[in-house]
Nanobody, 124 residues
Framework: QVQLVESGGGLVQAGGSLRLSCAAS?????????MAWFRQAPGKERDFVAA????????HYADSVKGRFTISRDNAKNTVYLQMNSLKPEDTAVYYC????????????????WGQGTQVTVSA
């Protein structure tokens, strides 16, 4: 089993910053897993935000967050981060951490393990 626990969400004004964390644990968790962040706004589907390979050498971002968000990981702590800068009201969503992809990184059907999510609210 793999457990993913997100933290760092909250309320921030437009233009502000937040850093999300996702701590992974469990007997079967491997630092070789790719990790990702997705988000889901009310009434919308869960959308891809960013992903990172186990080594950290490869990252991928949704066009909507390129240049504003940065994904990183600390394998010694089994933790992945999402630094979010220049936040916009349209970034408001529940942000989910995911681990171990078996296909297209941008598809939520590819990821095996999910956290419970953390709310991010950006006020205008």
């Amino acid at each position: 089993q793999v457990q993913l626990v997100e933290s760092g969400g909250g309320l921030v004004q437009a233009g502000g910053s937040l850093r999300l964390s996702c701590a992974a644990s469990g007997r079967t968790f491997s630092t070789y897993y790719s990790m990702a962040w997705f988000r889901q706004a009310p009434g919308k589907e869960r959308d891809f935000v960013a992903a990172i390979r186990w080594s950290g050498a490869n990252t991928h971002y949704a066009d909507s967050v390129k240049g504003r968000f940065t994904i990183s990981r600390d394998n010694a702590k089994n933790t992945v981060y999402l630094q979010m800068n220049s936040l916009k009201p349209e970034d408001t969503a529940v942000y989910y951490c995911a681990a171990e992809s078996r296909g297209d990184w941008s598809s939520n059907y590819s990821w095996l393990y999910w956290g419970q999510g953390t709310q991010v609210t950006v006020s205008a």
